[in-house]
T-cell receptor
Framework: DVKVTQSSRYLVKRTGEKVFLECVQDMDHENMFWYRQDPGLGLRLIYFSYDVKMKEKGDIPEGYSVSREKKERFSLILESASTNQTSMYLC????????????FGPGTRLTVT | SQQGEEDPQALSIQEGENATMNCSYKTSINNLQWYRQNSGRGLVHLILIRSNEREKHSGRLRVTLDTSKKSSSLLITASRAADTASYFCATDVHSLGRLYFGRGTQLTVWP
């Protein structure tokens, strides 16, 4: 079974802090994704990566950056957390191209106070 | 936006009834997928239907796709309380790996 893990289920940070969200997948998937999910807005793509050291902006990249130094790990960085970044963050991975199914981690609920 | 839109936003039924959710999208697609999310958890892939397919079954799930109307439906037959969850459609437009998700339908199945 594909397993996607995220470093924390719940996280509370203060405004202005630098926040790291880590995601690890164990199935050698090329593609990795970071979404945020807010009530009524569905899933919005922040960044994605097709390969190591590659990154592409999604629909809402402002205020975020990412890092993919190893194939299995994709990190989301909030350079200076703000209260409007309070949200559920979901990581996903998928194999190659072709738009096949994505495998999701359990999510990190981030609260910025 | 290329995002799909599910309808209805919320659906409440009794156990044993069938649940039907719809998804509409705006651009041509390669495939359309349905996902399920239990409260506060990650999404789980349910079924994928390709643009050249019209209907697909998986257990109690039946998915249809009408590319001329740019719409899909997900039917869950003989619903159970354990089917209570949010259901999302997602479209593959460029076949490059990224998907476009809708806002979801919240299904509640009462025992």
């Amino acid at each position: 079974d594909v397993k996607v893990t995220q470093s924390s289920r719940y996280l509370v940070k203060r405004t202005g802090e630098k926040v790291f969200l880590e995601c690890v997948q164990d199935m050698d998937h090329e593609n990795m994704f970071w979404y945020r999910q807010d009530p009524g807005l569905g899933l919005r793509l922040i960044y994605f990566s097709y390969d190591v050291k590659m990154k592409e902006k999604g629909d809402i990249p402002e205020g975020y950056s990412v890092s993919r130094e190893k194939k299995e790990r994709f990190s989301l960085i909030l350079e200076s957390a703000s209260t409007n970044q309070t949200s559920m963050y979901l990581c996903a991975s998928s194999l190659g191209t072709g738009g096949i199914e994505q495998y999701f981690g359990p999510g990190t609920r981030l609260t910025v106070t | 936006s290329q995002q799909g839109e599910e309808d209805p936003q919320a659906l409440s039924i009794q156990e044993g009834e069938n649940a039907t959710m719809n998804c509409s999208y705006k651009t041509s697609i390669n495939n359309l997928q349905w996902y399920r999310q239990n409260s506060g958890r990650g999404l789980v892939h349910l079924i994928l239907i390709r643009s050249n397919e019209r209907e697909k079954h998986s257990g109690r799930l039946r998915v249809t796709l009408d590319t001329s109307k740019k719409s899909s439906s997900l039917l869950i037959t003989a619903s159970r309380a354990a089917d209570t969850a949010s259901y999302f459609c997602a479209t593959d437009v460029h076949s490059l790996g990224r998907l476009y998700f809708g806002r979801g339908t919240q299904l509640t199945v009462w025992p």
